[in-house]
């Protein structure tokens, strides 16, 4: 059974930073490239970040580029999203993705999905 279990969302102020962790089982995780996510209340999901499966490629929405910072450690299963500089438009939940390649997921194609994680912004 594959998991996706995201952690580290909660409350923060604005020019504040979280780093949110998703731990992956259930996958051969070195196999996959994964992503974050996120969705606010009525909207489309948004993409924020894809690292490919060795960690040489990244890719960022661009409301995130530069404050955000994608990261994965393999042996143990696990890939990070630090959030830096926070705003409240970043309040938001965010969901991990697993997929077959890192521009794959940037164009929303994943095999895998986290229960997602809250992440609010207070101003």
């Known amino acids: 059974q594959v998991q996706l279990v995201e952690s580290g969302g909660g409350l923060v102020e604005v020019g504040g930073s979280l780093r949110l962790s998703c731990a992956a089982s259930?996958?051969?995780?070195?196999?996959?490239?994964m992503g974050w996510f996120r969705q606010a209340p009525g909207k489309e999901r948004e993409f924020v970040s894809a690292?490919?499966?060795?960690?040489?490629?990244?890719y960022y929405g661009d409301s995130v580029k530069g404050r955000f910072t994608i990261s994965r450690d393999n042996a143990k299963s696990m890939v990070y999203l630090q959030m830096n500089n926070l705003k409240p438009e970043d309040t938001v939940v965010y969901y991990c993705?697993?997929?077959?390649?890192?521009?794959?997921?940037?164009?929303?194609?994943?095999?895998?999905w986290g229960q997602g994680t809250q992440v609010t912004v207070s101003s």
């Open positions: 993705a697993a997929g077959n390649t890192a521009v794959g997921l940037k164009n929303s194609k994943s095999n895998y």
């Open positions: 690292i490919s499966w060795n960690g040489v490629t990244t």
């Open positions: 259930g996958i051969t995780f070195r196999s996959y490239a």
